[in-house]
């Protein structure tokens, strides 16, 4: 499997991804908004886009399908309830779903619910390191938000139930460069987080472009959102909402964090 990760430089600072069989030279193009960029990158790989994949319904994600339709008659692949919510849809898929990249790559389908109630990660397991097409799910050292269409409660389920089990050794493939600021909320939560004050520094005023890609293992470290039970986070957590239990439970802490967020 040949990941290309493509940085469009947008306000919304948007990971899009092509993903691609080295003996085929068939590719997947996750999320191109920026269409110019995924048909130039894959051109310059010699590479043909055979199909993309919607994480889920957002604008942002889907902006770019109509021109790489056009352009290479890709077929377009989302949740299998988001048909109503994306333009053009030739598949719907659910979980335990494998989408098929060429000869070499396989791609199972996560049913990942909580940014928004259609959203599809995608795995790839069986190569030479694991990796998570994350969409707007999680992102380095951060989870997505619930604004628009989402529920955290089905967030934090998520975490629980499917990403927390992954193999740690995991690579994360986010939406969204969002690291630097996420690591900053996370030494708001969690002042003497030493795993967040060292990677700081490095990602401060980064290039995404070039930024580092993080496994699991590494997130459990300084992704607030999976230290539910760090004594630092909860003592800072009970400043916020004093009415917060002696002993909060896991899903209490996720949503007092992700609603703080909100706001951050």
Known sequence: M?????????AYRNYNYLVACGETGEALAIDPLDHGKCLAAAKRNGWRITQILNTHE??????GNAAVVAATGAKLIA???AGGRIDGVDLGVKAGDVIKVGKTVE????????????????????GAQPALFAGDTLFNAGAGNCHNGGDPGALYDTFVQQLESLPDDTLLYPGHDYI?????FTLAREPDNAAAQALLPQ???????ASIVTTLAQEKTFNTFFRLTSASVIARLREAFPDLPERPDRRTVFLKLRELRNKW
């Open 203 to 209: 990602v401060t005023g980064h290039d995404p472009q």
């Open 107 to 126: 791609l199972e389908c996560l049913d990942t619910p909580g940014h928004t109630f259609c959203h599809i990660c995608l795995r790839a397991h069986g």
């Open 58 to 63: 957002h604008h942002d994600h889907t902006g």
């Open 2 to 10: 040949i990941v290309e990760r493509i940085w469009t430089g947008n």
């Open 79 to 81: 949740h299998h309830k």
């Open 180 to 184: 630097e600021n996420n690591l900053k």
